[in-house]
């Protein structure tokens, strides 16, 4: 699985980021997950409008088989009395049914609200080659991946299969 956290600058120009966002997601075709501040307004979100740069990155997830994870009516930013639906979560149609979850978590130290993603396990999913593949950018060849799982689950909450 391939995360990548994205931010867009309110005044920038949003057909660099889906040109990127299409870089990457051509890189990553298996499992990738785009989390992210895009600054972008959109009803399928949760906006109250639409502006242009939302309408762009629906039809580039549209365009794309991307599906958008947010759900309900709880804004993702809060300054004051205003609120908006400025972050968006990702995935294309592989990874789709290995989300469990998508929410917002309300009470943080910060403008911007936690947005928890749940996915389940897709370590068996494929061949190791694809396992390989999953990880080309890092040398994981000598990696001890049990103790590294047995360490992660010291700390990581198991996921349970609730939302399945």
Known sequence: MYI?????EPTCNFDAVLAKLEIIRLDFKIYPLFIGD???????????????????LLNFC????????????TSTFTRGDSSSFIDVTICNSLLLPFINDWSIKIET???????ITKIRSIRNQHSAHHDIYLTRKYKTRTVKWDNFENDAGKVITPISNQFQ
């Open 109 to 115: 130290l910060s403008d911007y609200r936690l947005i």
């Open 38 to 56: 895009f600054n972008v307004h959109h009803q399928t979100w949760g906006s109250e409008y639409n502006d242009q740069k939302g309408n762009n």
């Open 4 to 8: 990548c956290n994205i931010y867009a």
């Open 62 to 73: 549209c365009s794309n088989n991307l599906h958008i994870l947010n759900r309900g009516n």
